[in-house]
């Protein structure tokens, strides 16, 4: 099993930035389809960025495109999600994906595709 654990998380004011990151354990892949989602208080969960771990190819939600970008360090097994320009609207429990065994070059924005998650983080934005 693939554990992932985010962290990075917190309080910040509106233009501000954080990194969050995703340290994947126990049995790891050579090749995986990773993604953060994001899950606002009332409102569905929905996708932000993806990234393909051997290609390095990424995807982003419109509405983040520009200000977060989406990198992975495979020596640590870490993927992060560095955001800047912060909204508040960007309010929400940040939760990282994994897709092992994955030898495309895909990226994917459905939360159904990815076979595990992590706990979440909370990342709140003030105006």
């Known amino acids: 099993q693939v554990q992932l654990v985010e962290s990075g998380g917190g309080l910040v004011q509106a233009g501000g930035s954080l990194r969050l990151s995703c340290a994947a354990s126990g049995r790891t892949y050579n090749n995986y389809a990773m993604g953060w989602f994001r899950q606002a208080p009332g409102k569905e969960r929905e996708f932000v960025a993806a990234i393909n771990w051997s290609t390095g190819s990424t995807r982003y939600a419109d509405s983040v495109k520009g200000r977060f970008t989406i990198s992975r360090d495979n020596a640590k097994n870490t993927v992060y999600l560095q955001m800047n320009s912060l909204k508040p609207e960007d309010t929400a429990v940040y939760y990282c994906?994994?897709?092992?065994?994955?030898?495309?070059?895909?990226?994917?924005?459905?939360?159904?595709?990815?076979?595990?998650w992590g706990q979440g983080t909370q990342v709140t934005v003030s105006s």
């Open positions: 994906a994994a897709r092992p065994n994955e030898y495309t070059s895909f990226t994917y924005s459905l939360s159904y595709m990815y076979t595990h």
